[in-house]
């Protein structure tokens, strides 16, 4: 069974992999075989990452992205290719909120809106037609990453929710439209406390979040749940799946 889960001689791309839930994915990627391209904006952060996968035994290249740019997610790609020869996993994991600050829908300046949904729709319709295109020849398959808040409403969180619901309903079209040779489907973080969630929730110190959120498997989530489930949506294991959102969210 574990050779379902095998992704050796296979290479991901994983934007916003500088740190939390991105650096996260990478090091899981890599811990199931996978070569990576390990991209955000911060260089440090993302050679640090990259290290961090060679000394897993894997090959790795730290490219600066800003994913708003679709040049440079056009580098991304020509960088991966030249450097590591092919793209067989695409997560598109950089998002969040733009400013670390939720908004009501009906406070939402019209620039903020935009902004918010140039990070985290935009960006993966863009990704995600580059990595098809990459992927052409020999499929692959495509990973974004949602949000628990996806789902329902969400006071004060209006545009980042709608932005991840949208996110949802793109990887559905795009399973329908780049099957049979590639797979496309989500996975949708619960809380997790990387720094954009503290910047952005700015919780009660002092209070266990675990106990405030209700979470029914009783923590907060880590950056390997939501690699780990990347994996699985990346490898063999998952190979009649797709067009679907997986939640990791403790039970939210």
């Not at 020869?85 to 998002?95: E, K, L, P, Q, Y």
């Not at 990387?194 to 950056?223: A, H, M, V, W, Y």
Request: aromatic content about 4%; proline content about 5%; glycine content about 10%.
């Amino acid at each position: 069974m574990n050779g379902a889960f095998d992704l050796t001689g296979r290479v991901a791309v994983v934007t916003g992999a500088g740190k939390g839930i991105g650096a996260g994915i990478a090091l899981c990627l890599a811990r199931a075989g996978a070569d990576v391209a390990v991209a955000a904006r911060s260089l440090a952060d993302i050679e640090a990452v990259a290290a961090a996968v060679r000394a897993l035994g894997r090959r790795a290249i730290a490219v600066p992205t800003d994913v708003t740019d679709v040049a440079a997610l056009e580098r991304l790609a020509e960088q991966t290719l030249s450097s590591l020869g092919r793209v067989d996993i695409w997560v598109s994991n950089a998002g969040g909120l733009p400013d670390a600050t939720p908004r009501y829908l009906t406070r939402t300046p019209e620039d903020r809106w935009d902004a918010q949904l140039d990070l985290n729709l935009k960006s993966v319709w863009q990704a995600a037609v580059i990595a098809a295109r990459c992927m052409a020849e020999h499929g692959g398959t495509i990973i974004n990453i949602s949000s628990r808040a996806a789902t329902g409403g969400s006071l004060k969180n209006g545009p980042y929710a709608a932005s991840k619901a949208a996110v949802n309903s793109l990887t559905a079209t795009l399973a329908l439209e780049l099957a049979p040779k590639i797979r496309v489907n989500a996975v949708a973080p619960g809380p997790i406390p990387t720094d954009n969630f503290n910047q952005s929730t700015r919780f009660p110190e002092g209070k266990p979040l675990e106990k405030l959120l209700n979470i029914p498997l009783g923590r907060l989530g880590t950056p390997e749940d939501i690699g780990n489930a990347v994996v699985f949506m990346a490898s063999d294991a998952s190979s009649w799946i797709t067009g679907q959102c997986l939640y990791v969210s403790g039970g939210l």
